[in-house]
């Protein structure tokens, strides 16, 4: 009887041990591949965001979290005609954990007061970003930060 207690000790003792081996490299898994991607900060953010392929489609991004969007960019990024008088204000936050590297953006027309949301993916060189968004157009272009068009990532 002696013998089937300690068996049955033994046996729990193993499972434990798998289900802390199992939790742990799960554990493990996600805070390495967060780890992975360097968070942005402001500094990484703020300034001229400018089309690779075309000059007139410019982002300007500032330290406070507001943000303009000049007429091209309105169209691409929002699928809309641009305001009255061409530009539209933002707001932009921090993606989270989850998405280290990304910006999300608000941006309301000034004529309609429609809001489009959209996020701004910076590459790891922080030179580049892409726009992601539901209301993005297919042709939405890659930008670069400060108006260099020749950056490679």
Not at 25 to 50: N, T
Not at 60 to 66: F, I, Q, T, Y
């Amino acid at each position: 009887m002696a013998d089937e207690g300690r068996a049955s000790l033994r046996m729990a003792g193993v499972m434990a041990a798998v289900v802390a081996v199992v939790v742990g490299g799960s554990v493990y898994g996600l805070v390495a591949e967060s780890a992975g991607k360097a968070a942005i900060g402001v500094g990484d953010v703020e300034g001229a965001w400018i089309a690779e392929d075309d000059g007139d489609v410019r982002l300007v991004m500032r330290a406070d979290g507001s943000a303009e969007l000049e007429p091209k960019a309105q169209a691409e990024a929002c699928a809309w005609v641009p305001a009255h008088d061409g530009r539209a204000a933002a707001t932009w936050t921090f993606g989270d954990i989850d998405d280290p590297r990304v910006v999300h953006i608000e941006v309301r027309h000034p004529d309609t007061a429609e809001r489009c949301y959209f996020d701004l993916d910076v590459a790891e060189s922080g030179k580049r970003a892409t726009v992601y968004g539901e209301q993005a157009s297919p042709s939405v272009p890659t930008y670069v930060r400060g108006g260099t068009r020749a950056v490679t990532n």
